[in-house]
């Protein structure tokens, strides 16, 4: 079984991101950036299949500029055993994303994409729905378990009454949420060996895809600010305040 | 152009975020469509009397009763070509649909507004909530999903719209619903209630939520939890209040051992009065709470029972 795990560059989880001082767009100047958090715990579930014997290869791949190899080297140094780069301008939206993914689908035929369910930049949640649409595959998102049988999967999915599972024909597009596995470290000789793996550039313009974008950023503000209220001293006081103050209870 | 919304629905009624998102739709025109996928011949009728609502797309069919989206966007891509949005609910049902639909027909969707400027541009939260971006879209059939909390609920009551029947039901081979487990509860729904009293790490184990429940049953709240507390598994992942959670904005949030994380915050820092409970006095969840309370949730929580 071949596995396509597509993966994002995203500021680092960590970084409190803030919008430029004309407001045109967020501030992303000197930011850590990182593997999209999803992505890692999609290499995670992909590598895992590797070592259980279920698969036998990983191809990373991402659409991006060419500092994405970064994490396309994070990838390979997770246990992908090689990596593509679509090489575009920065930010595309998700449906070009999607149908540049589509186009390596084509050429690599994998019997299964596993990738996170939404990047923490645009908090979008539709790539792997709209890679689905456009390749007319089943998709089984928000997974929080998977288990492969043959040429089918079965994925319990978390949704907001509680965990749902369906039966997908392969292949299929499976998009990760948080519980699916942990992922695990790089390790340095990872790191070391990752170095030699293979890492193949494509330009998106020669895909044969529609790229052009159909949004556009007009402003990028801070969201209203709520001030911190007072410290209450008892139990007493918070129920007093609740009842007369705020009159929440 | 006419507006339509996708409703969202467990077969037997109409589930409230329908209600908001009509509200969203209602800020686009005038002309608001509800299109109901469902295996139940009654349920259209009964959205019909939604407010604002002037036509009901009523498709009735065995196989539509889990919807998944293999079936339900192309049948969404069909229909949507008379109108100039469509709308849901930015929750995991619409979350998990709308994309699809969305790349049926070469559209970007603009995924959880919180905002309607105009015909084509919507205020959006971006980063977890850390921004809030403007975002203007150029496509002619705009597909988008609607942040619930952001939008006043319209009435269950009060509409008579016409039903009209869609019959083009499109058959799904690719997919299978294997089975459900959701959680019964006779306490109110997170998204909908008016009071949440929400556990975090401090709660310690999911045996000690039973002091949360307690208060949650005389205020007649729903209980919620952190990523922490979820992860760690004190309690099932329908709980989980935040960015990947549910986004909720009550009345009264009461946050018990909840640290707040930013991912937190995302989820219910738009709820009208906050609570903070937390021995911690240095937790950033103090910076966003009216009254914070300073005190070992063990010794607060019983005496808050006992109290309110």
Redesign the interface.
Known sequence: MKILVPIKRVVDYNVKVRPLSDNSNVDLNNVKMAVNPFCEIAVEEAVRLKESGTATEIIAVTVGTSASQEQLRTALALGCDRAILIESEENPEPLVIAKALAKIFEEENPDLIILGKQAIDGDNNQTGQMLSAILDLPQATFASKLVIEGQTANVTREIDGGLQTIKVNLPAIVTTDLRLNEPRYASLPNIMKAKKKELATKNINDLGIDTSARTEIISVELPPQREAGIKVESVDELIDKLKNEAKAI | MSILVIAEHDNTGIRPSTLNTIAAAKLLGDDIHLFVATNNSELPNSASTIESVSKVISSVDDTLEHQ???AL?PMIKEVATSYSHVLAPA???G??????????L???????ISGVIDQD?FKR???????????????SIKLITVRATAFDPVQLSGGSAAVESFDSVVSN???????????KSDRPEL?AAD?IISGGRGMQSGDNFHLLESIADK?GAAVGAS?AA??AGFV???YQVG??G?IVAP??YIAVGISGA?QHLAGM?DS????AINKD?DAPI??????????DLFN?LP??AD??
């Open positions: 998944l989206p293999e966007a929750t995991t049902f979350k998990n649909l709308m994309p699809r639909a969305s790349a049926l070469d559209s970007q969707q603009i995924s959880d541009t939260p971006i980063y977890a909530g850390s921004c809030i971006a403007t975002v203007k879209s150029n496509d081979d690719k997919s299978e619903f294997v089975n459900e487990e959701i959680a998204t009071v205020l990523r979820v992860d099932p992942n329908d960015q990947t549910k009345n009264l930013i820092k009208k009065v906050i609570v006095e103090f910076q966003v709470a009216d009254y914070g309370l300073v005190a607060a005496e808050l109290k309110i």
